[in-house]
């Protein structure tokens, strides 16, 4: 069969091509220009893709077209599409109908900590010799690809709330069933799409009405809108999970950081396991205990995974390190929620003796754009020593006055060049330097490394 997808650049959509392809299928795509890591396992799987939607003629015909959610309508293919009366169907909706029928599915949703949690759980069926399929947002360095069919029963997913397609206005988890789910936090985010965090709760509770009575849901007690979604009505178990000393509606179970990792405790306060990993930040324990959790459910005693994630190796693109020159150590993260900016600069900031922590941020998100967090975005930041924020003229809000409070530790900046220039002006040896953009950051990452080199080769001279 020949499965042509519409937007297959995006992390969910290369993840089913991946899928497709180790089902047999011929796959092709179209995209706009496409950027590492996903144009990198599109090329390795073999993907012919056509770049730009107005050069995508369909032709020859494909036997399914598979639509993802950036397609809109008046897109030249998407109304080629319509027309020629080809069938077609979403992302999430061909996931559920050719791979996750008759699968036993571990989903995990929440706001943040999707991709690391979904990679976790992936990684711990796997060191259990469960050989899981999954399909991950990101790319697991354990596993260097975002999606693999994996052997039955067991599909780990990581359940977005985004919405499904432009013909399929629900979130794209709803599609998914799940026996196990992970609910790991929820807070307002995507306001191109949803009027307030009542209606992310709606979809969310739309979710667990389809986890089974004989299911599993593993949520985080110490989030409030999360028990809103429970309270909506819930007929499956529910495990709650948090840090120790979270209020929690029922007792529940802890991750409790310790020098190298965390130990976990169970609902009555006993310690139970202790994990020794390399992972920093309370956030990340707490992913890996919703994860250990989802993995006991599936049939992996707790002392196994404990075990197995000290040989964790995290997710591309999350605190992912990418080098050191001219003693300036650089980092990449996905974090684009002033939450998830937090948590990220807590987590980098430890251990860093004499040095200072910078936090350079691409505000690209669609929320971002439309200023739904430049109130909040100033009290994010403010762990890092110095805060550079990429604001081009077309950014909806004013990026200096939303940074006003941090004073002199913040500059905003129009353009990419001279955003690089002023870093390289700026950065010394001793920082640690985290760069943050749910995208490319126009190369950002690679140049900055580059030119660091050649500082340092220059000074040597």
């Not at 039955?152 to 499904?164: G, L």
């Not at 006991?296 to 707790?302: C, F, K, Q, W």
Request: net charge negative; hydrophobic share 45%; glycine share 12%.
């Amino acid at each position: 069969m020949h499965v042509h997808i519409l937007g297959i650049g995006g992390t969910f959509m290369a993840g089913i091509a991946a899928l497709a392809r180790a089902l047999g299928h011929r796959v092709t795509g179209s995209d706009r220009p496409l950027y590492p890591p996903m144009s990198t396992q599109l090329a390795q799987l073999g993907v012919e893709i056509i770049e730009g939607y107005e050069h995508d003629t369909l032709e020859p015909a494909p036997d399914c077209v598979v639509v993802g959610n950036v397609m809109r309508r008046g897109l030249p293919v998407v109304e080629r599409l319509l027309d020629s009366g080809l069938p077609y169907c979403s992302g999430p909706e061909w996931l559920a109908r050719e791979v996750l029928r008759d699968r036993w599915t571990l989903a995990v949703a929440g706001t943040h900590g999707k991709t690391t949690t979904t990679s976790i759980l992936a990684f711990l069926l796997e060191s259990a010799g469960l050989r899981p399929g999954f399909l991950v947002g990101g790319i697991p360095a354990d596993f260097e690809v975002s999606a693999r069919l994996g052997d039955a029963p067991f599909f780990v997913v990581e359940a977005d709330e985004y919405d499904t397609a432009f013909f399929d206005k629900r979130s794209k988890f709803v599609h998914y069933r799940p026996r196990t789910l992970v609910l790991g936090n929820l807070e307002f985010d995507h306001a191109d799409i949803f009027d307030d965090l009542a209606a992310i709760q709606r979809q969310f509770h739309h979710l667990v009405r389809t986890v089974p009575g004989s299911g599993l849901i593993i949520s985080n007690g110490g989030a409030a809108a999360l028990e809103t979604v429970l309270d909506a009505g819930c007929w499956t178990p529910v495990e709650r999970f948090g840090g120790p000393g979270a209020a929690m509606p029922s007792p529940g179970w802890a991750a409790r950081l310790v020098p190298g990792g965390f130990e976990v405790l169970d609902p009555a306060g006993a310690r139970v396991v202790e994990v020794l990993w390399s992972m920093p930040g309370a956030h990340n324990a707490e992913n890996a205990l919703a994860a250990m959790l989802a993995a006991r459910h599936a049939g992996v005693p707790l002392e196994v995974s404990a075990q197995a994630l000290g040989a964790f190796r995290g997710v591309k693109r999350r605190q992912e390190w990418i080098g050191t020159a001219d003693g300036v150590e650089l980092f990449d993260d996905f974090a684009h929620h002033p939450t998830a900016i937090a948590r990220t600069l807590e987590a980098m900031g430890g251990g860093l003796a004499g040095g200072r922590l910078v936090a350079v941020l691409e505000p690209r998100s669609n929320t971002m754009r439309m200023g739904a967090h430049a109130a909040t975005l100033a009290a994010a930041l403010a762990a890092a020593d110095r805060v550079y924020v990429l604001a081009p003229a077309e950014l909806g809000w004013d990026a200096g006055a939303a940074l006003a409070g941090l004073g002199a530790r913040a500059t905003a900046c129009a353009e990419l060049d001279e955003l690089e220039t002023i870093l390289l002006q700026e950065l010394r040896a001793g920082d640690r330097v985290v760069l943050m953009s749910n995208g490319s950051f126009g190369g950002l990452h690679g140049r900055l490394l580059e030119a660091l080199r050649a500082r340092a080769r220059s000074e040597t001279e």
